[in-house]
C-alpha cells in the first residue's frame, strides 16, 4: 500500500497496464494548509513555522508558498531554513533524511534544483552523505536500466543534472553517462550488431538525454563545452540514420495537418529545441537555479565520482519472418511509447506565448505530476498550479491533460482520473481555469466531425461527468444549430448523448428546466 493510499484513505487510480507502477507514492495530503489559512511573510512567522513543522514538511514544500516557510516564496530563504533544520535533525534520523530524500527527488522531479542545492550544502561539512546519496543514485540508474523503468531512468539522469550544478559530481560523469545511453542507441541501429525493431529503445535513451539538457546545459556548456559538442554532434548523427516515426494512426483528428508525412516526429522536433536552446546559450526561464545564490559556497564542495553504467544489449532474432518481426516492433512501442503526443486544441493568439523549450519544459512538469499523484487528485491540482515556474500555464496545462486523456490507443490511467483532475483544477484556479476548459471544450466540438471514434466517446464521457459536478450548468443555445443536422452528425450525437448521460446523472425534470434542447 503506498503512503499516499494509506493517509488520504482512498485507493489510487488504477493505472494503464502499460504504464509504470510505483511501489512509493509521497502524500503530503496532511501537510497541506488548511483553506483560508493566512500566509505571513514575517520572519518571526518563517522561525515559527519552521521550528513546528518537521523535517519532511520542509523537504515535500521546499520552494512553495506555503505556511512551512512563513508564506514566502523566496527560495534562498527555503533552502537555508531546510539545510539548517536537517542538520539538526541528522543526528538521530540519518538514515530517515537519506531514504526520504532520494524519494523526493525521484517523486518530485520538478524540484530537483531545490534538492539538488540541499545535497550540496550537505556535501560541505558531511562528504559521506553526498557521496552515498551519487551510489545510490548510479545504483538505481543502473537498475532502472536493466529493468527497463522508464520513468525512473528519465529522472534520475535529470537529477544527476541538479547534483552536478552543485558540484556534488563532475560534469565529465554526466557526459560520461551520456555517451553510454548515446553508444547503445547507435549500437541498436547498426545493421550488424544491433536490431532496428527495438529503435523505440534507442530512441528512448537520445531522448533522456536531450530532456535533462534543460537542467544541465548551461553547466556543462560553462565546464566543459568540447565534451557537450561532442554529444551533441552524436545525437545529429543519431537522428541523421534513425527510421522517422510516422504516428499518424496514433492522431486524434483524422485529418489534421499536423499529421502531414513531411512533419517531425517527436525525436525531431525536441532535437530541433534543444538546437534552439543550444543557439540561446542554454537559457531555460521554466528551470530554476537556486545554486546559483549559493555559488561561493558550493564551489568548495568535493565532486564525488559517478561510476560509469552499462545498458542491456540490444535483442537478436533469428528470424526472418516478417510477423515476427512485426510482432517484435510492436513489443517494442510497448515497451517504449511516445511519453505525450501533443494535442493542440487552441489557437497560436490564445495560448500562452512560450519558448518551445519551455512549454516542453512545462509538459514534462505537469506529465511528472500525473503519474506520481494519481492517487491523490487534490494533491495532484495543488502541485499542478504551484510549479516553480515565472510565467503563466493554464491553456498548456488543459492541452496536457486533455492530450493524455484523449491519448491512443490508450490513457496513461483511467479517464475519471483526469476529470477529477480537471474538476479540482477548476477550485483551484475559479478565476482561470473554468474559461480555459470551456473553450477547451468548444475548439474540440468544432473539430469533433474529425475526431477519432474512441476519442469521442472519452470526451462525451468527460464532458458529462464534469458538468454534473458543475450544477449540470452550460451555454447550450450556443449549439442550438445542431437540431437542424441529421441524425448522424457527429456534433448532433456528441450533444444528445452527452444530454442523456446527464439525465442519467440527475432526471429529467432538472435537466429540462433549463437546457432547451432537452
Known amino acids: 500500500m503506498s503512503l499516499c493510499q494509506i493517509h488520504t484513505n482512498q485507493p489510487p487510480t ?7 507502477t510505483e511501489t512509493k507514492t509521497l502524500d503530503p495530503s496532511r501537510l497541506l494548509p488548511a483553506p483560508g489559512t493566512s500566509l505571513s511573510a514575517t520572519a518571526t512567522a518563517t522561525a515559527t513555522a519552521a ?23 523566496d527560495h534562498k530563504e527555503h533552502i537555508e531554513i531546510c539545510y539548517n533544520v536537517l542538520s539538526r535533525e541528522y543526528e538521530h534520523s540519518k538514515d530517515d533524511i537519506f531514504e526520504f530524500l532520494l524519494q523526493c527527488a525521484e517523486q518530485l522531479p520538478h524540484k530537483i534544483p531545490f534538492f539538488g542545492v540541499l545535497i550540496g550544502l550537505i556535501n560541505l561539512e558531511n562528504e559521506d552523505f553526498a557521496k552515498g546519496i551519487v551510489d545510490a543514485t548510479q545504483a538505481n540508474l543502473q537498475d532502472a536500466l536493466h529493468t527497463e523503468n522508464r520513468d525512473r531512468i528519465r529522472i534520475l539522469l535529470r537529477f544527476l543534472c541538479g547534483l552536478m550544478c552543485s558540484k556534488v559530481i563532475s560534469p565529465n560523469s554526466i557526459i560520461e553517462t551520456y555517451e553510454t545511453l548515446l553508444s547503445s542507441a547507435a549500437t541498436i541501429l547498426d545493421e550488424d550488431a544491433g536490431n532496428a525493431s527495438w529503435q523505440p529503445r534507442a530512441d528512448f535513451y537520445v531522448y533522456c538525454i536531450l530532456a535533462s539538457l534543460p537542467w544541465g546545459g548551461s553547466e556543462l556548456f560553462e565546464q566543459v563545452p568540447d565534451e557537450l559538442e561532442r554529444v551533441l554532434v552524436g545525437i545529429q548523427s543519431y537522428i541523421s540514420i534513425r527510421r522517422h516515426f510516422d504516428d499518424i494512426a ?29 543557439r540561446n546559450g542554454w537559457k531555460v526561464k521554466s528551470v530554476p537555479k537556486p545554486y546559483l545564490s549559493f555559488e561561493a559556497q558550493l564551489v568548495v564542495g568535493k565532486s564525488h565520482r559517478f561510476h560509469p553504467v552499462s545498458c542491456p544489449p540490444p535483442t537478436f532474432t533469428m528470424s526472418s519472418s516478417e510477423i515476427l518481426k512485426g510482432q517484435e516492433k510492436h513489443e517494442a512501442n510497448l515497451k517504449y511509447p511516445q511519453r505525450l503526443r501533443r494535442l493542440h486544441i487552441f489557437p497560436t493568439n490564445k495560448a500562452e506565448n512560450m519558448q518551445p523549450v519551455d512549454r516542453f519544459v512545462v509538459e514534462e512538469y505537469i506529465l511528472d505530476v500525473l503519474l ?19 510565467f503563466r500555464y493554464e491553456y498548456l496545462m488543459a492541452e496536457t491533460i486533455f492530450s493524455q486523456l484523449l491519448l491512443l490507443p490508450n490513457p496513461p490511467f483511467r479517464p ?11 477550485k483551484a484556479l475559479p478565476a482561470a481555469f473554468p474559461s480555459v476548459v470551456v473553450a477547451a471544450v468548444h475548439a474540440l466540438f468544432d473539430r469533433i466531425s474529425n475526431m477519432d471514434t474512441e476519442c469521442r466517446t472519452r470526451l462525451i464521457l468527460w464532458f458529462s461527468h464534469h458538468l454534473s459536478n458543475f450544477q449540470f450548468i452550460w451555454p447550450w443555445q450556443e449549439w442550438a444549430n445542431v437540431k437542424g443536422l441529421p441524425k448522424w452528425a457527429p456534433q448532433r450525437v456528441f450533444v444528445q448523448e452527452v444530454l442523456e448521460r446527464e439525465i442519467r446523472l440527475s432526471y429529467f425534470e432538472k435537466i429540462k428546466q433549463f437546457q432547451t434542447l432537452v
Not at 496514433?250 to 525536441?270: A, I, R
Not at 475519471?416 to 477548476?426: A, G
Open 14 to 20: 488504477e493505472p494503464n497496464p502499460r504504464a509504470p
Open 51 to 73: 521550528m513546528s513543522a518537521g523535517w519532511r514538511t520542509l523537504l515535500l514544500r521546499i520552494g512553495d508558498r506555503c505556511p512551512e516557510y512563513g508564506g514566502t516564496a
Open 250 to 278: 496514433f492522431s486524434v483528428f483524422e485529418t489534421d495537418e499536423g499529421n502531414s508525412p513531411n512533419k517531425k516526429d517527436f525525436m525531431e522536433d525536441l532535437w530541433e529545441h534543444m538546437q534552439l536552446l543550444s
Open 372 to 390: 506520481f499523484f494519481n492517487g491523490c487528485r487534490k494533491e495532484c491540482a495543488f502541485y499542478l498550479v504551484s510549479l516553480p515556474v515565472s
Open 416 to 426: 475519471i482520473y483526469y476529470t477529477l483532475v480537471i474538476i479540482d483544477l477548476c
